[in-house]
Nanobody, 123 residues
Framework: QVQLVESGGGLVQAGASLRLSCAAS????????MGWFRQAPGKEREFVAG????????YLADSVKGRFTISRDNAKNTVYLQMNSLKPEDTAAYYC????????????????WGQGTQVTVSS
């Protein structure tokens, strides 16, 4: 069965860094584009970052551009989100998702989702 398992969230001060990981199993990882989304309570789900199946193309939302980086290691079936200069407005549950064959901006288009990992940034 397909599983996406996120890890690396936590409670940090503004300005700190975190690296989120998403480990995939049960699928041919390099056939899927990968995306990161986030959602705060009472707010809409927001696209954060996308990466092509080979890692050659990435896209970041304007709200995180210059601070976050998405990458993947297909040998490890893992996608990462490096988050630097964290702000309180980055506080949310972060989810990774997989979509054949390319990442998309719309969450409903994804085939598989992880369980989420909480990121909380205090001021």
């Amino acid at each position: 069965q397909v599983q996406l398992v996120e890890s690396g969230g936590g409670l940090v001060q503004a300005g700190a860094s975190l690296r989120l990981s998403c480990a995939a199993s049960g699928l041919t990882f390099n056939n899927y584009g990968m995306g990161w989304f986030r959602q705060a309570p009472g707010k809409e789900r927001e696209f954060v970052a996308g990466i092509s199946r080979g890692g050659g193309t990435t896209y970041l939302a304007d709200s995180v551009k210059g601070r976050f980086t998405i990458s993947r290691d297909n040998a490890k079936n893992t996608v990462y989100l490096q988050m630097n200069s964290l702000k309180p407005e980055d506080t949310a549950a972060y989810y990774c998702a997989a979509k054949r064959t390319y990442w998309a901006l719309i969450g409903a288009e994804y085939d598989y989702w992880g369980q989420g990992t909480q990121v909380t940034v205090s001021s």
